[in-house]
């Protein structure tokens, strides 16, 4: 770990939330696109995106002294390689974590374990969801970041080449889309709740969209897919899920997670900080291995490999 002093890692964990205000709102200004073709005033810039050009330069300075945007000349501002990341997926995220997850978060509290959005907000996220479509878009742009990784580790998870694929709360289809993309023998669905935003034209004809609820039903397959999906959920209910797959699924059925394996010790990992939002969130949480293997184990899979990234189990 770096030499840093005491103070400045205690200033940068107490400004934290005003990061996570000021990249939303430059996000949800879409500032990003605002400097596209290159450095602009602030002023003008301000006058774009309809800001105070007062209140927008100081916004900008202080995400600039973190990198995010640039400042070469008093006044002037461009982008860097971090701000073009708001013109895509990265923006939602700034617009979530800086609205609806600071607002969950703000009210978490060491007392209970219990979830603080139900108490912000007056129901589950994911009904909240459902009732506010662009946080639904957003969020479903939002969880294709990092798909490529996700991708990667199960395209080389080991394939027979003819099997069907279950992505069990696949959300708008982009990983499984992917993953069939480099096995063409696959054919592949997508199971999730109908409000998810998706183009179904994008799917293609291998692969098909079932909606439901994964507490109730999956559909049968040869392997399924949960990427990000057990850590949403508390024990019980992560169980609850594995327990429908294994009802649907025949025996020897393939389950691959593509999750976070929390390593133990000081080791910085950024589950082990996104492991308080899901607490926020729906009393879900990141699991080291034996935690997965406890879980795996309880709902009748038989763990073959836990690695960060990605889990792999059998059903016996
Ligand atoms: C964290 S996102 C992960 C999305 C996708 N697997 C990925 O890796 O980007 C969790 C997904 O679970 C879905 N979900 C939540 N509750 C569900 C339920 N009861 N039945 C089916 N899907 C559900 C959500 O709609 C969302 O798309």
Redesign the pocket.
């Known amino acids: 770990m770096s030499e840093l002093p005491p103070e400045s890692r205690i200033w940068n964990l107490v400004r934290g939330a005003l990061g996570t205000r000021a990249l939303a709102l430059v996000a949800d200004l879409r500032v990003a696109d605002a400097l596209a073709t290159g450095p602009r005033p602030v002023e003008a810039v301000a006058r774009t995106v309809g800001a105070d050009p007062d209140t927008l330069r100081r916004l900008l300075r202080a995400l600039a002294s973190d990198g995010v945007f640039a400042e070469d000349e008093p006044g002037m501002f461009r982008n860097t390689p971090a701000s073009e990341l708001l013109r895509g997926g990265w923006g939602d995220f700034a617009h979530l974590f800086g609205g609806v997850w600071l607002r969950t978060v703000s009210e978490l509290d060491a007392g209970t374990g219990a979830p603080t959005f139900p108490r912000a907000f007056g129901t589950d996220f ?1 009904t909240w ?1 459902a009732e506010h479509p662009d946080e639904r878009a957003a969020f ?1 742009r939002a ?2 970041q990092g ?1 490529e990784r ?1 991708a990667e580790r199960l395209i080389a998870a080991g394939w027979r080449g003819d099997e069907v694929v279950v ?5 708008n289809g982009t ?1 499984l889309v992917e993953l069939l993309r480099r096995h063409p023998g696959l054919r592949g669905i997508v ?3 109908p409000e ?1 935003n998706r183009d179904e034209a994008v799917l293609g004809d291998r692969i098909e969209f079932v909606a ?4 109730e039903y999956v559909p049968a397959g040869d392997v399924y897919v ?4 057990l850590h ?1 959920w508390p024990d019980e209910q992560a169980a609850t899920i594995l327990r429908t797959i294994r009802a649907a699924a025949p025996a020897g059925a393939r389950l691959l997670l ?1 999750d976070a394996v929390v390593p133990s010790g000081n080791e910085p990992h950024g589950a082990k900080w996104l492991d308080l939002l899901l607490l926020a969130l729906f009393a879900g949480r990141e699991r080291n291995e034996a935690q997965w293997r406890g879980l795996l184990d309880e709902a009748g899979f038989e763990p073959v490999r836990v690695e960060d990234g990605l889990i792999e189990a059998r059903s016996r």
């Open positions: 994911w969801l479903d969880m294709e798909k996700r992505d069990v709360g696949g959300g990983l199971f999730d709740l998810t439901g609820d994964f507490f949960l990427s990000t999906i949403d593509p």
